[in-house]
């Protein structure tokens, strides 16, 4: 984008951005500026990626529609995969998990014809269950959905489909047995090596390592 077309203050704040190496430093500017919609939508057109990050953290929850994450889910097109990925899980955290109205977007994307916008379904219902949170009441239906849709989705939704497989193996053992199953079954990451150190994404490795971690 030509700089020359953004608000002095946005233009400043791209110019300082530009070079930022941590997330903790977009944070604690993000904190400093609390919510702009207007700039974190102009520093979203720059197509930078610090830029980008710092837009979804300034942005304004109650402006969060569908029309926008389909406008965003377009505009991150012009990334490479990772960085789109990067930039979808940032939004999650930042903006969609944290207010009603994104979390009744994220919950009707399961079938979205966006393979983000399924990819962040799943990676909330995997979020939904960490240590110490009481597992919401759809995980029947979700491992249904898993065990008839997991094979023929795209590699990015697979990742969230089956972290949630893990999620549910690790955390509800009544159906610990029916993920570990479902990785058998599907073969997902059977083959992926890991540094030294690291949980493999294998559910009938990673479910037994995660559930002797909370017994530790």
Known sequence: MNQSKLSPRAKSLFNQVEDATTLGALRALAKEIKTDHDLAMELWSTEAMPARQLAILIMDKKRMSQELVDALDRDVQ??????RLRLFDW??????????????????WESSPSSLQRRLFWYHQARLRWTGQTPPANTEELLTSLEARMDGEAPEVQWAMNFTAGQIGTYQPEHRSRCIALGEKTGLYRDEVVAKGCTPNYLPEFIPI????LSD
Do not use: I, R, Y
Request: glycine share 8%; net charge negative; aromatic share 0%.
């Open 78 to 83: 012009v990334h490479e995969p990772d960085d």
């Open 91 to 108: 939004l999650l955290a930042n903006q969609l998990a944290t207010s009603k109205g994104g979390k009744d977007l994220l919950e009707s």
């Open 210 to 213: 995660q559930v002797a971690k």
